[in-house]
């Protein structure tokens, strides 16, 4: 079993939806858990940052914690084009390595 | 965020020559960083953790003589690749963490 868990996609959806990007994992001892976001020949760009469980809202972004079940969700609302880009999860034990899931790419279509 | 600033974004070297990738974090010190690897359509792989003033830390599998990593300051690593051969083009990103980690832009790195 992999540590990290996401589906790769691709995702589709019309401008102005909301979307939901999820991951699992098995690692009970992550607490610190990030979303990035990367466009084509670009460095990650962080979106969110949560220490352990709970929600996070940042504008159009939302991120959810749940670590009773190992899961962590991101929430685009009013989905825009220019949201178009691969999703990464990502987690660490403390101020250390960070492991991401693999990424889902995500469409936004006018 | 805190900003990290890697360079060169791109290089082209011919087989069998070295190639140097700096990463610098500009508004923050870093006793960790991170080198990740990522091939297209694929998520990073950690290659190593560069500790200032102290051996890198190697991934399984992660040739230690030839990805030469020096973490001289706090705020400076770099990336070393030796005798570079056409299987080492790949996209090289370089993170440094605060609390969160931040990622540098990345070097696209192809060798012919």
Same mark, same amino acid.
């Given at each position: 079993?992999?540590?990290?868990?996401?589906?790769?996609?691709?995702?589709?959806?019309?401008?102005?939806?909301?979307?939901?990007?999820?991951?699992?994992?098995?690692?009970?001892?992550?607490?610190?858990?990030?979303?990035?976001?990367?466009?084509?020949?670009?460095?990650?760009?962080?979106?969110?940052?949560?220490?352990?469980?709970?929600?996070?809202?940042?504008?159009?972004?939302?991120?959810?914690?749940?670590?009773?079940?190992?899961?962590?969700?991101?929430?685009?609302?009013?989905?825009?084009?220019?949201?178009?880009?691969?999703?990464?999860?990502?987690?660490?034990?403390?101020?250390?390595?960070?492991?991401?899931?693999?990424?889902?790419?995500?469409?936004?279509?006018? | 965020?805190?900003?990290?600033?890697?360079?060169?974004?791109?290089?082209?070297?011919?087989?069998?020559?070295?190639?140097?990738?700096?990463?610098?974090? @500009?508004?923050?010190?870093?006793? $960790?960083?991170?080198?990740?690897r990522q091939f297209p359509?694929q998520?990073?792989m950690?290659? +190593? #953790?560069?500790?200032?003033?102290?051996?890198?830390?190697?991934?399984?599998?992660?040739?230690?003589?030839?990805?030469?990593?020096?973490?001289?300051?706090?705020? @400076?690593?770099?990336?070393?690749v $030796?005798?570079?051969?056409?299987e080492d083009s790949s996209f090289y990103i370089?993170?440094?963490? +605060? #609390?969160?980690?931040?990622?540098?832009?990345?070097t696209r790195l192809t060798v012919?």
């Amino acid at each position: 079993q992999k540590e990290v868990e996401q589906d790769p996609g691709p995702l589709s959806v019309p401008e102005g939806a909301i979307v939901s990007l999820n991951c699992t994992y098995s690692n009970s001892a992550f607490q610190y858990f990030m979303w990035y976001r990367q466009y084509s020949r670009k460095g990650p760009e962080l979106l969110m940052y949560t220490y352990s469980s709970g929600n996070k809202e940042d504008g159009r972004f939302t991120a959810q914690v749940d670590k009773s079940s190992k899961y962590i969700s991101l929430f685009i609302r009013d989905s825009q084009p220019s949201d178009s880009a691969t999703y990464l999860c990502a987690m660490s034990t403390s101020y250390d390595k960070v492991i991401f899931g693999p990424g889902t790419s995500l469409s936004v279509i006018p | 965020g805190a900003v990290v600033s890697q360079h060169p974004s791109r290089v082209i070297c011919k087989s069998g020559t070295s190639v140097k990738i700096e990463c610098r974090s @500009l508004d923050f010190q870093a006793t $960790t960083m991170f080198w990740y690897r990522q091939f297209p359509k694929q998520s990073l792989m950690l290659m +190593a #953790t560069s500790n200032e003033g102290s051996k890198a830390t190697y991934e399984q599998g992660v040739e230690k003589d030839k990805f030469l990593i020096n973490h001289a300051s706090l705020t @400076l690593s770099t990336l070393t690749v $030796t005798s570079a051969h056409p299987e080492d083009s790949s996209f090289y990103i370089c993170s440094a963490r +605060a #609390t969160e980690a931040f990622f540098g832009q990345g070097t696209r790195l192809t060798v012919v």
